[in-house]
């Protein structure tokens, strides 16, 4: 039989699935389908641990996984069959309304796109990018301009479905980010979010604390469209999210002798947030805490 777990863990390790919500899903529905195959909590518990951190900084993934365990930990009582049919019914829910929030961010923070903006983006966000299309498909005409997102080049992804979606793109190198901001004004910065911390900073794509320092000293504001379930519960506490280093061939394999590091995320800082875009409503990222509080994800270490 096909071990989806093992397989869905693989597949987020070596980022054929990527983006912090589509990671979060993937395991959910993982998860799905050890409740499908009727596995007992005690074997649920192991596939979610084999989930749980196969990519070390986005929160969505521990989050989704603790959901669907919490669900199942609440319904182990239940007889066999409701046992499998309510925590099924549970799980669904959670994998519908994580790709609903989607829409809903989209819904939110089109409203914030402007006649003739110049919007930049940096790596590929789902999120993000139901923002613009829902902009443009409401007939707001404005312009994109995207990073290449070196190493692994994700903005080419995010190149490719704006164009076609029709939204105006234009690609430039990662290094060319103060320039173009001013010699194309950009209006707005527009990223995704892999966590969000207690304190409103937030851990994105390699690259994004840059962009916010050159937007930030044009007076460009910066917005994150991220959904309530990347916000680290644990980050109440003081655990530290680990930075996943993503290892040398990445970058090159001709440079023999020299050390090369490459981190895949980096943290912005809350003072160069000016708005969080989230299926909620927008709030500031002073806000973080207070919508901590309003989680349903558990908090491991409480
Ligand atoms: C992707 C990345 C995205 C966030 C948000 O990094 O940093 O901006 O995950 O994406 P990687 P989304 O390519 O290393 O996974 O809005 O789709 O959840």
Redesign the pocket.
Known sequence: MKDVVSKTARDIKS?KV??????AVAAAEALRNSVALGKTPKDLAKDGAKLKYA?PT?V?LPNAVNYVLEVVEENKNLAKSDFKKKNLEQIDSFISEQKNSIARIAEIGSRLIEKNDTILT???????EGIFIKAWKDGVKFDVVCTETRP?H?GYLTAKILKKNKVPVTLIIDSAVNHMLKKLEVDKVF????AVLANGDVI??IGTSQVAVCANSMEIELIV???SI?FSPESVYGKVIEIEDRGSKEITSELKGVRILNP??DVTPAHHISKIITEHGIIPPAAAYQMLRHFKYKIENE
């Open positions: 980022m990527r983006g912090a919500l589509d990671i990519r986005a969505s940096h790596c590929q966000s789902d999120t993000v692994r994700q990223v995704g979010a892999d994105n794509k469209a991220t959904q990347k895949a995320f």
